[in-house]
């Protein structure tokens, strides 16, 4: 079965820094591309990055390009997102999220594997 | 961006009643279309995808239709366990937007 969990969230400050990681079991980890999804409170789902299966090729919403840097450990099982200036629009539940098919930039297959997701709340 | 376009946002209805949520894409995506339910503090659970292909698991009263950019869910006989919210995903091009959710309240 697969999992995925989440941690590093947490409350940071305006202009603040976090770095989330997500511990994948369960699949060839190597295979697929991972992503974060998240949701502020009362709102709807939110892409912020994608990641290929070596690492090579990374996408980012335009919300976060230049402040977040998305990366993977191929031998730990393990995503990160590292998140720089943080503000009160980056607060949310952030999801570390599996693609159900191996291609990168479009998928068939859905995201078939979410995790529990992490908090992030951005305040003085 | 692709923009993705659910109705309604908002759904009232009864156990045993059809139910149809439409997702209308901005740019044709072919099928490159999921769709998620999700229950209050839960993560999204995918239910198709492809457009129309049911995930593993999923009761067959889910269905999914379309392609190009006209996309519905379609919930055959409302059970008590599918009051959620619904949430359409493209994922022909990155970003890999959402639709804005459709939640499905007990009338």
């Known amino acids: 079965e697969v999992h995925l969990v989440e941690s590093g969230g947490g409350l940071v400050q305006p202009g603040g820094s976090l770095r989330l990681s997500c511990l994948a079991s369960?699949?060839?980890?190597?295979?697929?591309?991972l992503h974060w999804v998240r949701q502020a409170p009362g709102r709807g789902l939110e892409f912020v990055s994608a990641?290929?299966?070596?690492?090579?090729?990374?996408h980012y919403a335009d919300s976060v390009t230049g402040r977040f840097t998305i990366s993977r450990d191929n031998s730990k099982y393990t995503l990160h997102l590292q998140m720089t200036n943080l503000g009160a629009e980056d607060s949310a539940v952030y999801y570390c999220v599996k693609s159900g098919g191996r291609s990168y930039g479009y998928d068939y297959y859905g995201m078939d594997a979410w995790g529990q997701g992490t908090t992030v709340t951005v305040s003085s | 961006d692709i923009q993705l376009t659910q109705s309604p946002s908002f759904l009232s209805a009864s156990v045993g009643d059809r139910v149809t949520i439409t997702c209308r894409a901005s740019?044709?995506?072919?099928?490159?279309l999921a769709w998620y339910q999700q229950k209050p503090g839960k993560a999204p659970n995918l239910l198709i995808y492809g457009a129309s292909t049911l995930q593993t698991g999923v009761p067959s009263r889910f269905s999914g239709s379309g392609s190009g950019t006209d996309f519905t869910l379609t919930i055959s006989s409302l059970q008590p366990e599918d009051f959620a919210t619904y949430h359409c995903q493209q994922l022909n091009h990155y970003p890999w937007t959402f639709g804005q959710g459709t939640k499905v309240e007990i009338q």
């Open positions: 369960g699949f060839t980890f190597s295979d697929f591309s």
């Open positions: 740019h044709a995506i072919a099928n490159y």
């Open positions: 990641i290929d299966r070596t690492a090579y090729s990374t």
